[in-house]
């Protein structure tokens, strides 16, 4: 619909009342700005001074366990990747792991709807909430052989890094903490969540946060790379059906294909050009259809990945994928003066995507972390994550690594070698500890939910 071009002239009085509230807002705007920029180095001038949380003697002797009990640690890891924990299947392992921290003290603990395990391990009280997390799910389906084996101080097994190591260095953070009796500020809450893995779409940390508004931070432990994940690559998966009549491929030569149709589409996809930052991908699975080399196919399928580190690139890309679909379809008819030819979309998984930050409070403590740890500057990376649900809805968030070396990842050759291994739970503990705060040694890095609001 086009509008108008209207003129209209205002009295001067209007005009001069319109010219002081412009001049009002802006002198507000500018006040902002300036209260923003004071604000900014009083901010980092309060995280300066907060004493290094190394200085105190019993976050000291915690860190020190953790390296004493590196390998009771590895026995752990041993234990939780050798039970079978397949993709909507992830409840024996669930139960085992609710066992493991009840053990540890935590009474305030259970198994959710949704099949996630939380236990909460209460802080002094006035502080932020913090999830700790790990996910309980492999990508092997069920009759999958997980024993581990060792050869050469390497360690192999389907799921032994991804992520029975990130479930295990919950546990000995959290044996650490206890043994010590380090009190928190802010509340941590301990959680496996299920369904992170492939077509699981997330549905484990997407129910945490449908179903808990108090949560004020999230870290998921989920990788082995040193790296810290602040980016959320989301990504859409789309199953694509398309039908015609079908017939014998000599006698009814001339009806439309199916398996043409879906041809046509994946062309025209393979043509497309999305942007290389932020980084956006596309691909075309997994592929099925037909019935016999001389049928005319009557039915075919196709599943597309969909990838991004942008939610508006992510968007963009989608809507051409299925343009180019629609069109694959009205082609194929065209091709054969036909209007036999269909095609049904189903979305199959949804990841939100987010840009991220590289100053949050997160970022900050893994990095402060890193370095009262000794080790390098870690490297910001984007993946997909159970992170990525909390950074698409603006809560401080990232993806910390677990310690140790590994490869192969959902291959049945997954490797582990347990190389100063013991840095992951402790870096891990420190941004824990520096988020939440310590009583008496050190206040929370992290803001609660309700500050961060303007």
């Not at 205002?10 to 807002?25: F, H, M, N, V, Y």
């Not at 259809?289 to 009557?298: K, L």
């Not at 065209?334 to 036999?340: V, Y």
Request: glycine share 10%; with cysteine; hydrophobic share 40%.
């Amino acid at each position: 619909m086009t509008r108008a071009a209207t003129c209209t002239t205002k009295d001067p009085k209007t005009i001069s009342a319109e010219r002081w509230q412009r001049g009002l807002a802006l002198a507000i705007t500018c006040c902002a700005a300036w209260t923003a920029q004071a604000a900014a180095p009083a901010a980092t001038t309060a995280a300066r001074n907060r004493p290094p949380l190394t200085s105190n003697s019993r976050i000291g002797a915690a860190l020190a366990q953790i390296q004493k009990e590196d390998a009771q640690t590895l026995r752990e890891q041993i234990e939780i990747a050798q039970i079978p924990s397949p993709p909507f299947k992830e409840s024996v392992r669930a139960k085992d792991y609710l066992r493991r921290l009840q053990a540890l003290g935590l009474a305030d603990a259970g198994i959710d709807s949704e099949g996630n395990v939380i236990a909460r391990r209460k802080g002094a009280g006035g502080g932020p909430t913090l999830v700790l997390s790990a996910h309980l799910d492999t990508v092997f389906p069920a009759g999958t052989d997980v024993t581990v084996r060792e050869k050469d101080g390497r360690y192999f097994g389907p799921g032994f890094v991804d992520d029975s190591r990130g479930l295990t260095v919950l546990l000995t953070v959290l044996r650490a903490m206890q043994a010590n009796g380090i009190e928190t500020t802010g509340d941590v809450l301990f959680v496996g969540t299920v369904g992170e893995e492939g077509l699981g779409n997330l549905r484990g940390v997407k129910a945490l946060f449908r179903d808990r508004k108090d949560i004020d931070g999230f870290i998921s432990v989920d990788s082995v790379s040193g790296k810290i994940v602040n980016q959320a690559t989301g990504s859409r998966r789309w199953s694509a059906t398309f039908t015609t009549g079908g017939g014998h491929s000599f006698h009814n030569f001339g009806l439309p294909s199916a398996i043409h149709a879906m041809g046509r589409a994946i062309a025209k996809i393979d043509e497309l050009r999305p942007p290389a930052d932020p980084k956006t991908t596309f691909t075309v699975g997994v592929v099925s259809g037909g019935t016999s080399v001389n049928a005319i196919a009557g039915e075919a399928q196709m599943q597309v990945d969909i990838r991004s580190n942008s939610a508006v690139e992510l968007a963009k890309l989608e809507q051409q994928i299925l343009a180019a679909i629609d069109q694959a379809v009205a082609d194929e008819n065209t091709r054969w003066n036909s209007k036999q030819t269909k095609v049904q979309t189903r979305l199959l998984g949804d990841r939100p995507a987010s840009a991220g930050h590289d100053d949050t409070a997160v970022v900050r403590a893994a990095r402060e972390a890193a370095a009262a740890l000794k080790l390098p500057p870690p490297e910001l990376s984007a993946a997909s994550t159970d992170a990525n649900v909390a950074l698409s809805l603006g809560i401080p968030a990232a993806t910390l690594s677990a310690g140790g070396r590994g490869d192969n990842f959902h291959s049945l050759d997954e490797w582990y070698e347990p190389k100063k291994a013991w840095l992951g739970p402790q870096g891990v503990l420190l941004t824990v500890l520096s988020l939440v705060g310590v009583q008496g040694v050190s206040p929370p890095l992290l803001e609660r939910a309700s500050a961060r609001r303007p």
